[in-house]
């Protein structure tokens, strides 16, 4: 006889309570092994790293900017290092996208391998190497002995309105291509320094979109950022190599923001040294008259324009001179110097195409309209009288008396008349007599 065992209604509620429980239970642990070993598996996932510009076997001279990416495994990226050869680790600048300016300049022409790796804190990424040849330029030959340095710290404020735009790029790169195609400056003896060596999208004002090596360029000079280490390094490089030729021929522009203050009386400079601001630092006229303190050119051109800038030609104002006790020691016998604003002065400058007085002081010198142009009353610039004055030729003087003139009288420059530009001009020698020749680039 087989019994029928009845089950009553709160046994049922039980049992199924029980079954719940365990089936919960199961699907919890289960899930939480599953989390687990998701997130096991992302700690010991690497991060990536790669080089993405020079590539493998390029080569490069002077001031090489390596840069690249890199992404995480879900662990925020801490830093990246690069090495060169069997040098030390050294940090790059920057993580997801990166960069490291390799100085060269007093490197042999050799093959070096060039490292990167990333770090998150818990593990290092796998190292990738790029071999790159290095080939600075060899002794040049006499009557092609010319430098060139370009300078411009544009974009490194964080406030837009204080944003100078990738015009001053611009600008250099056309003062760049005059020098080149019209005073045989060789490619390989200009340098641009700019920002921290990135452009940004929006005209300066957005994110960075890649190295100014990166960029196509007509001409392979040579970029880095406007770092007072860079700065200080190519001027070093010039000096040295200039140093070596009688006849040298040195040109030298640096644009960017002045330091003064804004609506104070006479910027706040009167007792003060005239200074411009690099991406990282700031550099004073005394700083840069150091810097060119063994510089033997006698043949030299140096043009600062930036607000309150007068001091780095030892004026302050109307062309009257700057104290003894505040001299920068730029102006010497061989150079011009010359600054796009007074000591006491703002400068100005339009953000697509850089400061308003290098772009006329270019413009007349690259057209020929400077030419014959002569001091005037005060250096205020004055029009040839006849075409005597006129020799087919445009001296750096004879386009900074152009450019005072066209501030002064141009009816589309109305806005700039009360600009103060000035100038010391030591060429070939100290003294109203003995700098009547006038500095010709390229002679």
Same mark, same amino acid.
């Given at each position: 006889?087989?019994?029928?065992i009845m089950i009553s209604t709160k046994s049922k509620l039980i049992i199924s309570l029980i079954v719940i ?67 030390? /680790?050294?940090?790059? $600048? ?24 990333? /770090? ?26 010319? /430098? ?38 060789? $490619? ?12 940004? =999208? ?15 360029? %007509? ?6 950022? =406007? ?5 200080? =390094? ?36 009167? @007792? ?6 690099? /991406? ?14 063994? @510089? ?16 780095? =030609? ?28 007074? %000591? ?35 250096? $205020? ?63």
């Open positions: 006889m087989i019994g029928i429980i365990i089936i919960l239970s199961i699907i919890f642990l289960f899930s939480t092994f599953l989390k687990n070993k998701s997130f096991n598996t992302n700690v010991s996932k690497k991060p990536y790293v790669k080089i993405l510009y020079p590539e493998d076997e390029m080569s490069v001279f002077d001031l090489v900017m390596i840069s690249g990416n890199a992404s995480d495994s879900g662990i925020k990226l801490k830093n990246v290092e690069v090495k060169i050869n069997d040098d030390p /680790w050294k940090n790059a $600048t920057g993580t997801y996208n990166w960069s490291y300016t390799w100085d060269t300049y007093e490197l042999e022409d050799d093959v070096y391998t060039i490292h990167v790796r990333a /770090w998150d804190s818990n593990l290092y990424s796998d190292i990738h190497s790029i071999d790159l040849y290095v080939n600075n330029p060899d002794e040049v030959l006499s009557g092609n002995d010319k /430098w060139a340095l370009f300078v411009a710290a544009d974009n490194f404020p964080k406030d837009n309105e204080s944003k100078l735009g990738n015009g001053g790029l611009f600008l250099a790169e056309n003062i760049s291509s005059y020098l080149i195609e019209n005073c045989s400056y060789s $490619t390989s003896n200009i340098i641009i320094l700019f920002d921290d060596g990135w452009i940004r =999208a929006n005209n300066g004002y957005g994110a960075p979109v890649q190295t100014l090596q990166q960029r196509q360029y %007509k001409y392979r000079i040579s970029y880095g950022g =406007a770092t007072k280490e860079n700065v200080i =390094a190519s001027i070093n490089y010039i000096v040295k190599e200039s140093n070596k030729y009688d006849d040298s021929e040195v040109f030298i522009w640096v644009f960017g923001h002045g330091y003064g203050i804004e609506n104070s009386f006479a910027g706040g400079k009167i @007792l003060e040294k005239s200074a411009v601001f690099l /991406w990282d630092d700031i550099l004073t006229d005394k700083d840069f008259g150091n810097l060119l303190l063994n @510089l033997q050119s006698k043949k030299t051109c140096i043009l600062i324009d930036a607000c309150y800038s007068g001091g780095f =030609a030892d004026k302050t104002i109307f062309n009257l001179p700057e104290i003894s006790l505040l001299s920068s020691g730029i102006a010497k016998p061989g150079r011009v110097v010359i600054t796009g604003e007074s %000591k006491f002065r703002p400068g100005y400058a339009i953000t697509t195409s850089g400061p308003v007085f290098s772009q006329i002081w270019l413009y007349g010198l690259s057209s020929c309209y400077a030419d014959g142009f002569r001091p005037g009353l005060l250096k $205020t610039g004055r029009r040839p009288i006849t075409s005597l004055f006129k020799d087919g030729k445009v001296s750096v003087e004879e386009a900074y008396y152009y450019t005072r003139f066209m501030l002064k009288n141009s009816v589309n420059l109305k806005d700039f008349m009360n600009m103060e530009p000035e100038i010391n001009d030591q060429f070939p020698n100290k003294g109203i007599l003995r700098s009547l020749n006038e500095l010709i680039l390229g002679e």
